[in-house]
Structure formats: structure tokens, C-alpha cells
């Protein structure tokens, strides 16, 4: 098993982490009393991708292949995958190769949540970049809501939207990180964005898990390896 706060390595038997203390048997249920914030959040998203660095880059390069040849029908479910396989990593399960197909098993939900929220950003885009990047920070979860809470793809944004309203300044600090990480990702010859991108899934995964909790049925499925 894997912490789910920091991704050590920890035996099956450990009732807490040995690196962080933290306990091994709370992954969320019900939300943080006091959410721990943007770089803890950070922190958590690169610990996991780093416990699992090589199957988190081969996912990458699936989800940038399938967004190079069909955007939206290939990349929208395989976005779902890493999402899902992020969720995993952190919730200290080791992710793989077939957590990527989960998205096809919510196809229609994937697909237009990525064209609403698409639609959104650019709409918002379009008045000042100010407003965009406000949409980016209300749209952290949607994918997440959709995966744990079953929510269609609508009610799936709102609550996204109301949650990040609630802890605005947590999530634009979130975000303001998220583009820093991003950016140094790009700076590295464009190679280091293969790290930046499951990292941020990570991040926001935990960030959920702080925000929302993790229904039972949820933990059953990291467990099993699929949502049900």
C-alpha cells in the first residue's frame, strides 16, 4: 500500500505512515474539518505521481496522443482515466494501465462535461483573461463529482462551482500554483509538462478528498480498481 498524503511505500499491517504519521485507515469519508490548502495540495499531487512515475508518464502520453487525433470522443474519457488513476495514487492505491479505460464506461458524462466546461472557459475567456481563469478555479471537480458522487455532468459542474465559492481564495491560490507548475513544466524542453499534468490531477484529487470526502462505495471501487 501507498500513503495516501505523501505515496510511501508502507506494509499492509502499518496503522500510519512512517514518513508523515498520517493514519492509514482515514482516507476521507467526510470533508476536512479545515482543509490543508493550495500546497499541501501540490504536495500530495507530486508525492503520488513520483511513487508511480513511470505508469503516471505512460498515462500522459496516452491522454496527449488520444488529444492529438480525436480531441474531444478519445481524450474526454481518457482524461477521466488519469483522473481516476490520480484519485487512486492518492488515496493509496497504485495506479495502472487500466484505470485509463474508466472513462469509457462514462462516456456520455465525460464527453459533455468537456465540452460544457470548454464552452465555459472560453466564454469567460473571451470578456478578460480574469474571468477565465476565475472559470478554471470553479471547475477544479466536476470530473471528480462525476466519478464518486455520480452526478450527471450539469448538476456535476454546480456543485463544483458551489464548493470552490465557498474556499475562493484556497482555489485561486490552487490555481496559481497549478500555472506555476505548469509553466515550469513547459520551460524544461516541454518534457517536464509529461510530470506537470498527472501532478496536477493529483493535486486535485487531494484537494477533492479535502473539499468533498470519498463516498464508501468510492473507497470500495480504489480498492477494486474501478467505480461502480
Given at each position: 500500500m501507498f500513503c495516501d498524503r505523501c505515496g510511501t511505500t508502507v506494509p499492509a499491517s502499518a496503522s500510519q505512515c512512517p514518513r508523515c504519521a498520517a493514519p492509514l485507515a482515514a482516507v476521507a469519508i467526510v470533508p476536512a474539518?479545515?482543509?490543508?490548502?493550495?500546497?499541501?495540495?501540490?504536495?500530495?499531487?507530486?508525492?503520488a505521481v513520483t511513487a508511480n512515475f513511470w505508469v503516471f508518464i505512460a498515462l500522459t502520453l496516452i491522454y496527449f496522443a488520444a488529444g492529438s487525433t480525436v480531441p474531444i470522443l478519445l481524450q474526454a474519457p481518457l482524461g477521466f482515466g488519469l483522473q481516476w488513476a490520480a484519485l487512486r495514487q492518492v488515496s493509496g492505491r497504485r495506479a495502472d494501465f487500466n484505470d485509463l479505460t474508466v472513462g469509457f464506461n462514462l462516456f456520455p458524462a465525460?464527453?459533455?462535461?468537456?465540452l460544457t466546461t470548454g464552452a465555459i472557459v472560453i466564454s469567460a475567456s473571451l470578456c478578460l483573461l480574469l474571468p477565465g481563469l476565475i472559470a478554471i478555479a470553479l471547475l477544479q471537480f466536476p470530473a471528480l463529482l462525476v466519478l464518486d458522487r455520480k452526478l450527471d455532468?450539469?448538476?456535476?459542474i454546480k456543485e463544483s462551482a458551489s464548493m470552490s465559492q465557498k474556499h475562493f481564495g484556497?482555489?485561486?491560490a490552487f490555481l496559481a500554483l497549478e500555472i506555476c507548475v505548469i509553466l515550469g513544466g513547459a520551460l524544461l524542453c516541454g518534457v517536464g509538462i509529461l510530470v506537470a499534468i498527472p501532478v496536477m490531477h493529483a493535486a486535485t484529487a487531494a484537494a477533492?478528498?479535502?473539499l468533498f470526502g470519498l463516498r464508501e462505495e468510492t473507497?470500495?471501487?480504489i480498492a477494486g480498481g474501478g467505480p461502480r
Amino acid at each position: 500500500m501507498f500513503c495516501d498524503r505523501c505515496g510511501t511505500t508502507v506494509p499492509a499491517s502499518a496503522s500510519q505512515c512512517p514518513r508523515c504519521a498520517a493514519p492509514l485507515a482515514a482516507v476521507a469519508i467526510v470533508p476536512a474539518a479545515a482543509p490543508r490548502g493550495a500546497t499541501a495540495w501540490i504536495s500530495d499531487g507530486w508525492n503520488a505521481v513520483t511513487a508511480n512515475f513511470w505508469v503516471f508518464i505512460a498515462l500522459t502520453l496516452i491522454y496527449f496522443a488520444a488529444g492529438s487525433t480525436v480531441p474531444i470522443l478519445l481524450q474526454a474519457p481518457l482524461g477521466f482515466g488519469l483522473q481516476w488513476a490520480a484519485l487512486r495514487q492518492v488515496s493509496g492505491r497504485r495506479a495502472d494501465f487500466n484505470d485509463l479505460t474508466v472513462g469509457f464506461n462514462l462516456f456520455p458524462a465525460a464527453v459533455l462535461l468537456a465540452l460544457t466546461t470548454g464552452a465555459i472557459v472560453i466564454s469567460a475567456s473571451l470578456c478578460l483573461l480574469l474571468p477565465g481563469l476565475i472559470a478554471i478555479a470553479l471547475l477544479q471537480f466536476p470530473a471528480l463529482l462525476v466519478l464518486d458522487r455520480k452526478l450527471d455532468f450539469w448538476s456535476a459542474i454546480k456543485e463544483s462551482a458551489s464548493m470552490s465559492q465557498k474556499h475562493f481564495g484556497t482555489m485561486a491560490a490552487f490555481l496559481a500554483l497549478e500555472i506555476c507548475v505548469i509553466l515550469g513544466g513547459a520551460l524544461l524542453c516541454g518534457v517536464g509538462i509529461l510530470v506537470a499534468i498527472p501532478v496536477m490531477h493529483a493535486a486535485t484529487a487531494a484537494a477533492y478528498i479535502d473539499l468533498f470526502g470519498l463516498r464508501e462505495e468510492t473507497k470500495a471501487a480504489i480498492a477494486g480498481g474501478g467505480p461502480r
